[in-house]
């Protein structure tokens, strides 16, 4: 099992940017799908951004593409959300998630390895 700590949320203005990273531990991050999914009070857990084991592809919600950009550093077990434009409606628990095989990146019940999540407030 991969264990996963996310980091970097916090309070940003609308227009702003952050980097949330996630960190895994237990097992080597080559292994899995990764992804990254935001939940926002009341409301579903969302699929955010996700990422191949190698790099060298992804896919991005409809929300966030042009904005948001998901990339992995398998040799430091990370992987990272960069964040530029952000908006009100970007505010949200932000979870990093670990698939060892998945058809779909954006089922969140494919995914078996949860982060904690990470807070992301964005003022307007």
């Known amino acids: 099992q991969v264990q996963l700590v996310e980091s970097g949320g916090g309070m940003v203005q609308a227009g702003g940017s952050l980097r949330v990273s996630c960190a895994a531990s237990?097992?080597?991050?080559?292994?899995?799908?990764m992804a990254w999914f935001r939940q926002a009070s009341g409301k579903e857990r969302e699929f955010v951004a996700g990422i191949d084991r190698n790099g060298a592809d992804t896919s991005y919600a409809d929300s966030v593409k042009g904005r948001f950009t998901i990339s992995r550093d398998n040799a430091e077990n990370t992987v990272s959300l960069q964040m530029n434009s952000l908006k009100f409606e970007d505010t949200a628990v932000y979870y990093c998630?670990?698939?060892?095989?998945?058809?779909?990146?954006?089922?969140?019940?494919?995914?078996?390895?949860w982060g904690q999540g990470t807070q992301v407030t964005v003022s307007a």
């Open positions: 237990g097992q080597y991050l080559t292994n899995y799908v």
């Open positions: 998630a670990a698939a060892w095989g998945v058809a779909v990146w954006t089922i969140p019940r494919l995914y078996t390895n």
